[in-house]
């Protein structure tokens, strides 16, 4: 079975500083993860993704995540939070078995504070 | 190249009743996938269509049913509504054949169940 863990339900940093929102993964073979955000009344926007390859991977907005294969990890990093960061972030694996199924964490609200 | 696109926006409904939504998925895009997001948790897969077909499901009881259309659209029917279903319903397009990709999201529909 496959499925996501985001041990945070809240994450607050002070404008400026670095954040990290975490992300753990079970996943019988190799994983596809992903980062979403979620801004208020609105639906789910792209981040970043790690298929294979390098473990530091990069996406929009400055945001980047690190795999961690041994701490079976995915945790989103940035090096200098902006208020307009303030959002809902979710982690996903997509499905070994069906592709086009995804397996979304509860989600890990940020609040980056003036 | 257009996006994914929702409608309604928000639909009030009584226990009891039944529903429909739609999308309409993004250009070049052939499968659609719904997930149910309720309110401080991560979207939860319903199911999803290929080819007009219902090509995997989630922990959803029947009452939650799906058509898919040749030019690839899609609709959600929810019958006998429970105050449960209240929730903000996403609508997902990907390529079947791409294993790899991202999901793109539309904007949701808000329903409420009273």
């Known amino acids: 079975a496959q499925s996501v863990a985001q041990p945070e339900d809240q994450v607050n940093v002070a404008e400026g500083n670095p954040l990290t929102v975490k992300c753990t993964y079970s996943?019988?073979?190799?994983?596809?993860l992903f980062w979403y955000v979620q801004y208020p009344n609105r639906g789910l926007q792209f981040l970043l993704k790690?298929?294979?390859?390098?473990?530091l991977v990069k996406g929009s907005y400055g945001f980047e995540a690190e795999f961690n294969k041994s701490q079976t990890s995915f945790h989103l990093k940035k090096p200098s939070a902006l208020v307009s960061d303030s959002a809902l972030y979710f982690c996903?694996?997509?499905?070994?078995?069906?592709?086009?199924?995804?397996?979304f964490g509860s989600g890990t609200k940020l609040n980056v504070k003036p | 190249e257009t996006g994914v696109t929702q409608s309604p926006t928000h639909l009030i409904k009584t226990r009891g009743q039944q529903v429909t939504l739609r999308c309409s998925s993004q250009?070049?895009?052939?499968?659609v996938s719904w997930y149910q997001q309720a309110l401080g948790q991560g979207p939860q897969f319903i199911f999803q269509?290929?080819?007009?077909?219902?090509?995997g499901r989630g922990n959803f009881p029947p009452r939650f049913s799906g058509l898919q259309f040749p030019n690839y659209s899609s609709e959600l029917n929810v019958n006998a509504l429970e105050l449960d279903d209240s929730a903000l319903y996403l609508c997902?397009?990907?390529?079947?054949?791409?294993?790899?990709?991202?999901?793109?999201f539309g904007p949701g529909t808000r329903l409420t169940v009273t």
């Open positions: 997902a397009s990907s390529l079947t054949t791409d294993r790899v990709g991202e999901q793109y």
């Open positions: 996943v019988s073979g190799n994983p596809y």
């Open positions: 790690y298929i294979t390859g390098d473990n």
């Open positions: 996903a694996v997509r499905g070994i078995y069906n592709f086009n199924k995804f397996y």
């Open positions: 250009s070049g895009h052939n499968t």
């Open positions: 269509y290929y080819r007009e077909e219902e090509n």
